[in-house]
């Protein structure tokens, strides 16, 4: 069955900083991947996905995710944090169904020291 | 821009009131999600919706149903509101087949 793991419960780095946060995903065949971002008290909003193509995905709000088949991961990365940043994020696996079932990892809790 | 929208952000109700959360998108999309939020446990889904009239259980139904009479509407009902189900309920919807979903600000429910 699909599956997806965040290793990573909470994250603290120093604003400017880069960031890394961990995905790694069970899937049979190409995986659709998604990540979204959820600020305090609000909604999911999708930062980047994954269908095809080139492994390395531009998103919205300065985010990139690389796509790595061998490691089954899909790592989202930002080159300097804001404090704006300050959010959980999500990684997630298209499941396989046909009404676009999305199966969520547990999420990565990122807080910005100042 | 995909609008979801929900109709309440906050809400109290007492154990044993049926409860109705309404869920509406603006964008002609034919599938919507019903999820819970619980901290530590991510996102649970509850219930989704395919198509008007259609409905299939997610992960975690129990205590819960739904409905969608229109395609832009999607409603989900606690039949029996119990202490259990506080929570924040989020709702999202999608295009179809592999597409990514849009949510809603969500609203969080408190059961006392």
């Known amino acids: 069955a699909q599956s997806v793991t965040q290793p990573d419960i909470h994250i603290t780095v120093s604003e400017g900083a880069s960031l890394e946060l961990r995905c790694n995903y069970s899937?049979?065949?190409?995986?659709?991947l998604f990540w979204y971002v959820q600020s305090p008290g609000q909604g999911l909003q999708l930062l980047l996905k994954?269908?095809?193509?080139?492994?390395l995905v531009q998103g919205i709000k300065g985010f990139e995710a690389e796509f790595k088949r061998s490691q089954s991961s899909f790592n989202l990365r930002k080159p300097s944090v804001h404090w704006s940043d300050a959010a959980e994020y999500f990684c997630?696996?298209?499941?396989?169904?046909?009404?676009?079932?999305?199966?969520f990892g547990s999420g990565t809790r990122l807080s910005i020291r100042p | 821009d995909v609008k979801v929208t929900q109709s309440s952000r906050y809400l109290v109700k007492r154990t044993g009131e049926k409860v109705f959360l309404e869920c509406v998108q603006d964008?002609?999309?034919?599938?919507m999600f019903w999820y819970r939020q619980d901290p530590g446990l991510g996102l649970r889904l509850i219930y989704f919706?395919?198509?008007?009239?259609?409905?299939e259980k997610g992960d975690i139904p129990e205590g819960y149903s739904v409905s969608r009479e229109k395609k832009e509407r999607f409603s989900l009902i606690l039949e029996s509101a119990s202490t259990n189900q506080t929570s924040m309920y989020l709702c999202?919807?999608?295009?179809?087949?592999?597409?990514?979903?849009?949510f809603g600000p969500g609203t969080r429910l408190t059961v006392t």
């Open positions: 997630a696996v298209w499941s396989g169904s046909s009404a676009s079932k999305i199966i």
């Open positions: 999202a919807s999608s295009l179809g087949g592999k597409g990514e979903q849009y």
């Open positions: 964008m002609d999309h034919e599938n």
């Open positions: 899937y049979g065949a190409t995986p659709y």
């Open positions: 919706s395919y198509d008007v009239k259609m409905k």
């Open positions: 994954y269908f095809s193509g080139d492994t």
